[in-house]
């Protein structure tokens, strides 16, 4: 089973509706949980950023975690054409003992506003 | 100003050769990482740096080499490249809330990318 398990898609939904991304993942270790935007040929672009359960939103967007379920969410209202992109999810660890710590990214999940 | 900027964004050469991709962050972090980005675009942590501390993904070769002249900068030299070293490099970077050797609980910001490196050999 893979760290984090993420639906490639692709999703395409008509702009306006409320998109829903999703990623669960295994290991109860995993303490901060981010959401990413990329676009084509383009590095992963920060969207959400959380720590603890619960919801969090920036605008249009509302980022979810569940840590008991291990699952998290991210949500898109009124969807427009320029957000079609890969939505990556991605979370890490927080050690206590040194090091720094890489993330763990989801696959990613095409995304395709239809105008 | 680009906060997080990889230098050349396309790199295409010959098996075997070495070669190398710089990094500079103007972010002020004190941490610096280089991703994989292969073929599926899955994305997947090569190296992290951060002062002077080398965290190695212990699944990568040792022809690749992450080298930090300092903290804004850190470059991958790759020697003797393969065909599946095809991919694209991202470099990334953060700052680290730290007191001595232990993180402080809440502080970890979260890593910012650049534009990746597009690897392809030949």
């Known amino acids: 089973q893979k760290e984090v398990e993420q639906d490639p898609g692709p999703l395409s939904v008509p702009e306006g509706a409320i998109v829903s991304l999703n990623c669960t993942y295994s290991?109860?270790?995993?303490?901060?949980f981010m959401w990413y935007r990329q676009y084509s040929r383009k590095g992963p672009e920060l969207l959400m950023y959380?720590?603890?359960?619960g919801n969090k939103e920036d605008g249009r967007f509302t980022a979810q975690v569940d840590k008991s379920s291990k699952y998290i969410s991210l949500f898109i209202r009124d969807s427009q054409p320029s957000d079609s992109a890969t939505y990556l999810c991605?979370?890490?660890?927080?050690?206590?003992?040194?090091?720094?710590?890489?993330?763990?990214f989801g696959k990613g999940t095409h995304l395709i506003i239809q105008p | 100003d680009t906060a997080v900027s990889q230098t050349p964004k396309y790199l295409v050469t010959q098996m075997g050769n070495d070669k190398s991709i710089k990094c500079e962050q103007n972010?002020?972090?004190?941490?610096m990482y280089w991703y994989k980005q292969d073929s599926k675009k899955f994305l997947k942590i090569m190296f992290s740096?951060?002062?002077?501390?080398?965290?190695i993904n212990e699944t990568v070769p040792n022809r690749f080499s992450p080298k930090s002249p300092d903290k804004a900068h850190l470059n991958l030299h790759i020697n003797s490249l393969e065909l599946g070293d095809s991919a694209v490099y991202f470099c990334?970077?953060?700052?680290?809330?730290?007191?001595?050797?232990?993180?402080?609980?809440?502080?970890?910001?979260?890593?910012?990318f650049g534009d990746g490196t597009r690897l392809s050999i030949l």
């Open positions: 990334a970077s953060s700052q680290e809330g730290r007191q001595g050797r232990h993180q402080i609980r809440n502080s970890n910001q979260p890593q910012h």
């Open positions: 740096y951060n002062n002077k501390e080398l965290i």
């Open positions: 290991n109860s270790a995993f303490q901060y």
């Open positions: 991605a979370m890490s660890i927080m050690y206590s003992g040194g090091g720094a710590d890489g993330l763990t």
């Open positions: 959380t720590y603890s359960s």
């Open positions: 972010l002020g972090h004190d941490t």
